[in-house]
């Protein structure tokens, strides 16, 4: 008998232990938990929890410490981590210029939990202890099954506010305010094509490529920035003024920037625009070959990203502070973000003409899989405006 005391103490030491060092793996997993949203985020959470306190239950039985640590340690780390984060994340969107308040609302969750959690555990060692037993492992299955049904349960009752997207939308927040990821005023043909063939000097949107944009070439916005007088209102105004209005920062693939393919042979192209482009705000560039920031007139100033979409759009919402960040094009630099999911609003302009070839838009991507559907469509004498959000 005094030696399954001594056990008991033993394992008792070991288990409280086990308990506190799963916070140190919360931080590994939060990029992950914000791109998959959390109710996702919230199962995994509950099924890693789950398995690691039944790994350490056959850790005890079969008398291998190393399983507790595995168990509880690493594997429920994950699970208790991704606890953590989803609710925090979900309670800043509800919540963004309140930060403060709701993650003490997640923290006070916790605390709430351990107060009930921890003489629990003690609880049911105590109930399963007998003369060959300490009671430990039935004790971590049953608080396995306790944790999994109160963690899944909360997992689905997770719910986002209107108008922040889905899982892995593009979301940061500034000062209270919700950056978006926006396409605005993109123009494709009737059979798909956002860009006609055999970009160059003379065609920089491809052969015919000029043929999808004549809906907004008589806009105010238009004329506007080219330096001109009058333009249209109606329809084909307000979605362009919409296309350029409200962000911080744009990204654009390097065949939006230039003709120029493979290493930069020197500094002397530096966009299609002239000397004052129509962005005034910093725009980032992506590209395989790096190259030194160049400022413009306007406040434009193009910054080139050589480490992939998912780093120039963490420095676009930096960037942007706090305002929406435009993917500006071409076709495949919207496809790629697209299909990472980063993408939280769309607004296409369906222009009656037909291009036969070119670069298409949505081959092979499926769009209601990744949580569009269509929001708004209005139609005007040059074009059909379509706006997809998720």
Sequence with gaps: MTTVRLAHRRYDTDVHAVFHFPRLLGGAVGGWAERAGPRKAGVVAASCWFGGLLISAVGVIVHQLW????????????????????????????FPDRRGMATGMAIMGFGGSAMIGSPLADILMNQFRSATSV?????????????????????????????????????????????RVRVGGFSISLDGFGAGPEQSLENPLGKRGLELHQWFFGTRT?????GEGGGSDGVDEAHAHRSMDGF????????????????????SWKGWW???????????????????????EGGTT???VTEGIEAALDRAKL????????????VETVRQY??????????????????????????????PALGYRVTEHQASEHATHIVLSR
């Excluded at 390097?254 to 042979?265: A, D, E, Q, S």
């Design 274 to 296: 002239g000397d004052n482009p129509p962005y005034h705000a910093p725009t980032f560039v992506l590209t395989h070959h790096p190259r030194d920031p160049i400022e413009m």
């Design 222 to 226: 238009f004329r506007a920035m080219t």
């Design 319 to 330: 960037a942007a502070d706090g305002r929406d960040v435009k993917i500006g094009g071409g």
């Design 338 to 367: 697209l299909r990472a999911g980063l993408i939280d609003e769309l607004h296409f302009a369906l222009s009656p003409v037909v291009l036969g070839q070119g670069e298409l838009m949505f081959a092979g991507i499926d769009l």
């Design 135 to 179: 009671g430990v492992w039935q004790t971590f299955v049953t608080m396995a099954v306790i944790y999994f049904v109160f963690m899944l349960g909360g997992a689905f009752g997770y719910r986002l506010p209107p108008g922040t997207g889905g899982p892995r939308a593009g979301h940061a927040i500034s000062g209270g305010i919700v950056t």
């Design 67 to 94: 399983m507790l640590w595995i168990g509880s340690g690493v594997i429920g780390g994950i699970g208790l981590g991704l606890g953590y984060i989803s609710p925090v994340s979900t309670l800043v969107k509800w």
């Design 302 to 304: 193009f910054i080139f």
């Design 248 to 267: 911080g920062a744009f990204i654009l693939g390097r065949n939006m920037f230039g003709p120029i393919r493979g290493p930069w042979l020197d500094e």
